[in-house]
């Protein structure tokens, strides 16, 4: 009969602690990564990880901690957008890749029915993920409301609808990015500058419309001649663009609030007979990679860095996580910018 060799046994914290000189609780705070250890001890207690070949049992710390090293990433959209719509799908591998660096399983969640609400809401308050980043920009939408409520760190992307007061959000500076795409149109001596906009129920849309306003200095009937709703996807851009050539016929410029409703108002420019640039120029918004360098022509626009936002969000969910003092606030990253040949 054959003796199968014994299995060495699994280094625990313990020997790491023992190996490393420390007690077993600084040990702990190193792997856990508490601000609150010596350079010498985190030092010490990395070299005894790697010469035991120590890795930590996840099941038996999740019973201690209750942390489940899990991240929920919450679209509250309807399916068709969030499929459609590059930018959703730069924003998930944006999450994925921010929480994967710091050894975070992202668990994505679709939300849209009340039915989705309500399997969100147990899903969030049974303890399965630590914390979540929450994508939840339409008015009347209850999942923010859910979410104040729930006994786990929230960071927002944007603004959600609904009192800011103790919420955690990252968001783009909208308002500056279209006041900065307007004027850049002005700055090529366009003179009748229409736009064409997002949804009415998401306050980025709202800020670009107010950007545009503020830096054409338009009125209430100005507004209504000269936008025109492109319902954030492709072929609301253009209809909203065929839309406002027929209101404002002599229009030589148009401010559009994404990139995707750009090209699709490239495409009824097209189809009108306009040139661009030379007849009408053309920013959009986002710079988003599979968009604004492959329309033709290529596309001006205002960048909004989605890996950037989300790298914020994560690493201001990373903080509460750990317990650091964190105050709750509205931070506002820039936006810039680029210039193609739309322009």
């Known amino acids: 009969m054959s003796v199968q060799p014994q299995r060495a046994a699994r280094p625990t914290l313990e020997d790491v602690a023992e190996r490393a000189g420390v007690s077993r609780a600084t040990a702990s705070r190193v792997l856990n990564s508490s601000p609150r250890v010596s350079p010498e001890a985190h030092e010490a207690v990395t070299a005894a990880v790697l010469e035991l070949g120590y890795t930590p049992n ?21 399916e ?7 930018h959703f799908g730069q924003l998930i591998r944006a999450a994925a890749r921010a929480l994967s660096s710091a050894d975070v399983q992202m668990v994505l969640m679709l939300v849209h029915s009340p039915d989705d609400q309500a399997r969100a809401e147990r899903f969030l308050a049974g303890g399965h993920v630590d914390g979540a980043l929450l994508f939840a920009p339409h008015k009347g939408d209850q999942l ?17 609808w609904g009192p800011l007061r103790g919420l955690h959000l990252v968001d783009n500076d909208n308002i500056g990015g279209s006041v900065l795409a307007t004027e850049h149109l002005m700055s090529l001596g366009r003179k009748r500058i ?43 851009g253009k209809l909203a663009m065929a839309a406002l050539l027929k209101r404002v016929p002599d229009l030589d410029a148009v401010f559009v609030a994404s990139d995707l409703m750009a090209a699709g108002a490239l495409d009824a420019l097209r189809e009108a007979g306009r040139r661009v640039p030379e007849d009408v120029a053309v920013v959009g918004f986002d710079d988003h990679p599979l968009i604004a360098p492959h329309t033709e022509p290529p596309l001006t626009t205002i960048k909004q860095d989605a890996n950037e936002q989300v790298a914020h969000m994560v690493a201001h969910l ?11 606030r509205r931070e506002v990253l820039p936006t810039i910018l680029v210039r193609r040949q739309s322009t």
């Open 58 to 78: 996840h099941a038996a710390r999740s019973l201690v901690t209750r942390r489940t090293d899990a991240v929920a990433v919450v679209f509250s959209e309807p």
């Open 80 to 86: 068709p957008k969030i499929f459609d719509d590059p």
């Open 144 to 160: 923010p409301s859910i979410a104040r409520k729930l006994p786990l760190p929230v960071v927002y992307a944007g603004r959600p």
């Open 194 to 236: 229409v736009s064409v906009t997002g949804t009415v129920d998401e306050f980025s849309s709202i800020d670009r419309v107010e950007g545009w306003r503020t830096a054409v200095g338009a009125d209430e009937a100005m507004t209504e001649l000269m936008t025109e709703s492109g319902n954030f996807n492709r072929d609301g």
């Open 318 to 328: 990373l903080r509460l996580l750990r317990d650091e003092p964190v105050r709750a």
